[in-house]
């Protein structure tokens, strides 16, 4: 028994809070750590993540690529979309070739959606916002489209825009595969025996809320930004699912494209060596 204290970074995020609120809530066994969630963006939980400043997180499968040598990657966890994913925004319908002549709001260069859209259309330009500003920003002419991630990819009509990409849908268009978007790390230094606990007190936590979802949604409802019950429960539903209690064959293929995918493109400095811890 131990009483060890482990760093847990989340975002902010109905999906995140449902993931974890067997942990929070006390409902899981947590083997005798005590786990300190810290809830930031995810592209500071991947700045975080680089500098090696917590334990366990959450983090882009893009920003994986430069903090493999550091952390490993939890078969548990995943957030993936089938055959929908973040989305690019404008205030009226263009062309792919348009977009990428525009300059696009996106909500950090390190987030898995800004590596998959540089993959789908190519070089852009762009600028970094605060990926719950984005909305607003485009529509207020700000910038010519936006990058969204979270619940923006259903709330984005009550802002008068349209969707111009999807990138779950290009993705499955080619690949057929889920597009992989987040994952939760845990420190390497650790050691096997605390990583195998982190592993099974997160997957437990999962469990608990995919078994017991309407107290689940409930917690989750805290951060739901803009968002009624009904629509945070099908956003929970989108990104928290048998994917994220395991990545599975597909799941594994997938995170192994798009990183060697983004190697060969040179968006990233190479492909890491990727494990799934369990």
């Known amino acids: 028994m131990t009483n060890r204290i482990l760093t847990l970074g989340h975002s902010p995020d109905p999906d995140d809070a449902f993931m974890f609120y067997g942990l929070a809530a006390g409902k899981v066994d947590t083997r005798g750590y005590h786990f300190e969630h810290i809830l930031q963006d995810i592209q500071t939980l991947n700045e975080r993540a680089r500098h090696e ?12 690529a430069y903090i493999a040598d550091k952390y490993a990657l939890l078969a548990s966890g995943a957030s993936m979309g089938e055959r929908y994913g973040p989305i690019v925004v404008a205030r009226e319908p263009m062309s792919l070739s348009q977009l990428s002549a525009q300059t696009i709001a996106v909500p950090g260069t390190m987030t898995s959606a800004f590596l998959e859209l540089r993959l789908a259309i190519g070089d852009f330009r762009y600028e970094v916002v605060p990926f719950d500003e984005i909305l607003a920003a485009v529509a207020a002419g700000r910038h010519d489209a936006g990058l969204i991630i979270h619940e ?23 690949y057929h595969l889920p597009l992989p978007l987040g994952g939760n790390v845990v420190r390497r230094a650790l050691g096997e025996e605390v990583i195998r606990d982190v592993s099974a007190v997160i997957r437990e936590s999962i469990r608990y809320g995919l078994e017991h979802r309407e107290e689940a949604v409930a917690h989750a409802m805290q951060w739901a930004r803009d968002m009624g019950r009904d629509l945070a429960d099908k956003f929970v539903g989108m990104y928290v699912n048998d994917l994220t209690l395991d990545y599975g064959e597909r799941g594994r293929r997938a995170v192994n494209l798009l990183l060697t995918m983004a190697a060969q493109r040179g968006l990233i400095p190479a492909k890491p060596e990727i494990v799934f811890v369990d």
Do not use: F
């Not at 349209?162 to 268009?173: N, P, R, S, T």
């Open 53 to 64: 400043e917590l334990d366990i997180s959450a983090v882009s499968i893009h920003a994986y």
């Open 152 to 174: 923006g990819q259903l709330t984005y009509g009550a802002a008068q825009l349209v969707k111009v990409l999807d990138l779950g849908e290009w993705w499955d268009d080619l």
